[in-house]
């Protein structure tokens, strides 16, 4: 047996939420092998909505066990505020939820030199969501974080408190240097509090070996899903670098986020929208500035599950998809909001760039304003709502041909169609 993958192939809000609660009921574990509370993975039924931003998407189906993998980061307010959102709904996500003694936690300092440092860079802001992400994963990689099963440990509290003083430290290092960024000390102090609180009434989910369980899962033939949380273009090594993630969104993340090995991954699904959308900063070739932009927003309802920032909307680009496609392996494609371009006549899509005057179907090693500028193909729209679909034969024959133009230009089968955002709305191919 091996492990499936679902992986971003843009700049994340692909809709991985929703797929990953279509395809759950074929798997045994889901495991999250990478990000943190920055996530916001949708789910849509009977009438329901629910923002994940910790918990693994396959949470509504009782019978699957679901991961949180040594690869993530746990703000531990923010998981328990999910679970209180849960059992809201008749869900006790404690009964089928276990978490990796070697996740990182994301301590309340983190927070706050997450936005001490986002403050120092003034105009080059990245754009972070200031939830302390990228300081966990500093600390990760330094050798020096806390991570969940330190819990267990007696002296806890004192790696804890040392900690949070070196965090303390550099903040103001960087207020005195760099900008008049200032702590609320009261706002601190209670969500501090909230921290601890969180942290005790969380020991009642079982901390697992998270690599020795899931490797034994497939020694035992049951299958395995891991679930990603960015997009492959927000990955630290090959995203849109600096304005990218801390982690590894990419299906080689799969292994470090999870403990298993590159012979032990199967099938590998790549998730992207019928158009592109980016949150915060960063180059983005086809975005569009006009009220083709302000349409595709409003019809895809673009504005971030987690941050609630407006995205930056802009059409199809295939050398971007492409590029992703050969980082992860995607064995198959799975298109999202093909229902958003329903009011369009007619759609562009970038097949290449002009890179200084040359063209080219890559990614460049950077993306600079003036250097770069995309070359678009007109396609014929479909101008048909999507929404009462049910199968393939009922889709109109415009949007299969723009279905085709893409496998056709990327080299890999579409085999979902996403035509709204409930999970009755999906068709298969």
Known sequence: MKVDVLIGLQWGDEGKGKIVDVITPKYDVIARFQGGPNAGHTLEFDGMKQVLHTIPSGIFHPEKINVVGNGVVIDPVVLLKEIIELSGKKLDATKNLVISRKAHLILPSHRILDAANECSKGSSKIGSTLKGIGPAYTDKTARIGIRFGDIEKKDFRNQYDTLKSKHLELVRNLCFDYCNYKIDGDL??????????????????????????????????????????????????????PFVTSSNTTCAGVCTGLGIAPRSIGEVFGIFKAY??????????TELNDATGELLRKNGNEYGSTTGRPRRCGWLDIPALKYAIMLNGVSQLIMMKADVLSNFKRIKVCTQYNYKGTLIDYIPFEINPGELSPVYTDIKGWDASLDKMKSVDSLPLELIRYIEFIENAVKTPITIISVGPDRLQTIRR
């Open 188 to 241: 601190f102090d209670e969500y501090e509090r909230k921290w601890f609180e969180a942290l005790e009434k969380l020991q009642s989910i079982p901390l697992i070996d998270s690599e020795i369980f899931i490797n034994r899962c497939l020694e035992e033939n049951k299958p395995v899903l891991a679930e990603g949380a960015q997009g492959s273009l927000l990955d630290v090594d090959f995203g849109t670098y």
């Open 276 to 285: 592109c959308t980016r949150v915060g900063s960063g180059p983005f070739p």
